[in-house]
């Protein structure tokens, strides 16, 4: 099952592991409780204090297996092969459930084991979403650290028959209890403050009572982190609050332009640039959603949660999100098979009829990737010519099972419980088509995250922040950086260099307000 490099690196991590562990698996006799109990033979050699044991249990999936302490309780379960990105949680489960020490803070691992109530947490995944693992590693610790708390993670392809009496059609999706918990990323300090319902109101005493920054940074990104940094190191006080940290860059699968860098993956460069941040004085404020900027002598930044920051200068680096079509049906078929992310989502389509909406780069890579899954893909684009890359529509062209409309303007949604078609108008004629389908995928840009901000700096009719060449806004001390301002090409690369360009203004802005008259 795992090959040699493999098995030698998964034997170094396991040579962490100080005290017995168990794995109980639930088999029957198909192919992928095979694979099963061949992945657990594998990895029970990398250690002898690892014990691999098959349970008669007819209530628990199958193939699935527990894991936890030796002669304890196993509060961790994976339904299905944690491989391709959910294998680090496996090995992380592994070494947790030894008592192996998680990389959180101390105040968190308190808060975990505090937690009163009985959880029964289900995810379901697919092995190719590269948000899954961090939600799954999430509930795996809780599970671990709090003995009210269990988790199992189900692979939504191996399990569809759950899949298709639930209605899930996009990962990951949470259970709490047998009810729906959330869908989408989620990190650990987000799912704490949801059954947690006293800490928002602890942060927020917590963050009002912080002194007046010198540059507080609004966003997590590539802008956000490169303002950060350059104006940590120029050793004024700076802090960053983001809503998550990384940005859409977490939602961002491959990434083949950063230069100096071949390719990566988004979540990786997301972890170096919090990484990197961490190395300087930086008050990193994660999970803070800003609602209001009102400027002034000193500036303040409203938070959801009632808390309130201060500064002498701040940052806007609050990037862009997906571009949502508008239009009926849209909202209440959002993970019922609309959804926007085929990386993530496609494999729960496996067999099925879906459409992309959008021509561009993002939406034939996302038709490309799709036509390996699903039975058959439209493409529909609103203008009379594909935007994508010629290599791209090449590519587009050579798949059997793919279709392009242009001169498609997407009308509704339709559906009942879940998505079973979409009604367009072709431009030239007039007429409006329908098409029978199960899954609809959005992929027609971005919107800048600058609602919070009407009223308080000047913005474009796209609602971009208005930024001079230095990064400065309508209001002194106040910048903007990124994908949320005027400045052309929503790149990364584009994004840290203006994230630099406005933390060096923001420095000369405070140099020469602290200058004497």
Same mark, same amino acid.
Request: with cysteine.
């Given at each position: 099952m795992l090959d040699a490099n493999i098995k030698t690196q998964l034997k170094a991590y396991l040579e962490r592991v100080t005290q017995p562990i168990e794995? %109980?698996?639930?088999?029957?006799?198909?192919?992928?409780?095979?694979?099963?109990?061949?992945?657990?033979?594998?990895?029970?050699?990398?250690?002898?204090? /690892?014990?691999? /044991?098959?349970?008669?249990? $007819?209530?628990?999936?199958?193939?699935?297996?527990? %894991?936890?302490?030796?002669?304890?309780?196993?509060?961790?379960?994976?339904?299905?092969?944690?491989?391709?990105?959910?294998?680090?949680?496996?090995?992380?489960?592994?070494?947790?459930?030894?008592?192996? +020490?998680?990389?959180?803070?101390?105040? =968190?691992?308190?808060?975990?084991?505090?937690?009163?109530?009985?959880?029964?947490?289900?995810?379901?995944?697919s092995l190719s979403c590269h948000n899954c693992p961090d939600v799954v590693q999430a509930l795996n610790l809780l599970a671990i650290l709090n003995p009210n708390i269990r988790h199992t993670m189900i692979d939504g392809a191996l399990f569809q028959e759950e899949v298709e009496k639930r209605q899930i059609m996009a990962v990951p999706t949470v259970y709490l209890n047998g009810q729906e918990f959330g869908a989408g990323r989620m990190e650990l300090g987000e799912i704490l403050a949801k059954i947690d319902t006293g800490a928002a109101k602890r942060d927020a005493a917590k963050l009002s009572a912080k002194d007046v920054f010198d540059?507080?940074?609004?966003?997590?990104? +590539?802008?956000?982190?490169?303002a950060a940094i350059y104006s940590a190191r120029k050793g004024i006080? &700076?802090?960053?609050?983001?809503?998550?940290?990384?940005?859409?860059?977490?939602? &961002?699968?491959?990434?083949?332009?950063?230069?100096?860098?071949?390719?990566?993956?988004?979540?990786?460069?997301?972890?170096?640039?919090?990484?990197h941040v961490k190395q300087y004085d930086v008050d990193i404020m994660n999970l803070q959603r800003a609602v209001k900027l009102v400027p002034g002598e000193v500036h303040e930044v409203q938070l959801e949660n009632g808390a309130a920051l201060k500064a002498k200068t701040v940052i806007l680096a609050t990037g862009a999100r997906w571009?949502?079509?508008?239009?009926?049906?849209?909202?209440?078929?959002?993970?019922?098979?609309?959804?926007?992310?085929?990386?993530?989502?496609?494999?729960?389509?496996?067999?099925?009829?879906?459409? =992309?909406?959008?021509?561009?780069?993002?939406?034939?890579?996302?038709?490309?990737?799709?036509? $390996?899954?699903?039975s058959h893909v439209t493409v529909l684009e609103f203008a009379d010519t594909l935007k994508a890359d010629a290599v791209l529509q090449k590519k587009l062209a050579s798949?059997?099972? =793919?279709?392009?409309?242009?001169?498609?303007?997407?009308?509704?949604?339709?559906?009942?419980?879940?998505?079973?078609?979409? =009604?367009?108008?072709?431009?030239?004629? $007039?007429?409006?088509?329908? /098409?029978?389908?199960?899954?609809?995928?959005?992929?027609? $840009?971005?919107? +800048?995250?600058?609602?919070?901000l009407k009223g308080a700096v000047e913005l474009s009719r796209f609602g971009e922040i208005i930024v001079d060449a230095k990064g400065q806004t309508s209001v002194p001390g106040v910048f903007g950086a990124g994908d949320c301002t005027t400045v052309p090409y929503k790149q990364i690369i584009i994004a840290m260099g203006e994230g630099a360009k406005a933390s060096l203004s923001a420095f000369d802005h405070l140099i020469r307000i602290s200058a004497p008259a």
């Open positions: 794995i %109980v698996a639930s088999l029957d006799d198909g192919e992928k409780s095979r694979e099963m109990r061949e992945l657990l033979q594998d990895v029970a050699e990398q250690s002898n204090l /690892i014990t691999v /044991i098959e349970s008669r249990d $007819g209530s628990q999936r199958k193939p699935s297996f527990s %894991v936890g302490p030796k002669g304890g309780q196993a509060r961790v379960r994976f339904a299905g092969l944690p491989m391709g990105h959910e294998f680090t949680s496996l090995i992380l489960a592994l070494l947790q459930s030894a008592g192996y +020490p998680p990389k959180v803070e101390a105040d =968190v691992i308190e808060q975990i084991k505090n937690l009163e109530g009985e959880y029964n947490f289900e995810t379901y995944i540059v507080l940074v609004v966003g997590g990104g +590539p802008a956000g982190s490169a006080r &700076t802090g960053v609050v983001a809503e998550r940290f990384g940005g859409q860059v977490l939602d &961002t699968l491959a990434i083949e332009n950063f230069i100096s860098v071949k390719e990566t993956e988004g979540p990786k460069l997301a972890a170096a640039l919090e990484e571009r949502e079509m508008n239009v009926p049906g849209e909202k209440e078929f959002r993970g019922k098979g609309v959804a926007y992310c085929p990386h993530c989502d496609g494999p729960l389509f496996k067999g099925k009829r879906v459409a =992309v909406v959008g021509g561009g780069n993002s939406g034939v890579e996302a038709a490309i990737d799709l036509a $390996g899954v699903v798949l059997p099972n =793919v279709d392009v409309i242009k001169s498609a303007q997407t009308l509704e949604v339709t559906g009942t419980d879940k998505v079973n078609g979409l =009604v367009y108008k072709d431009r030239v004629s $007039g007429a409006e088509k329908r /098409i029978e389908l199960e899954g609809i995928f959005v992929q027609i $840009g971005l919107l +800048p995250n600058t609602d919070f």
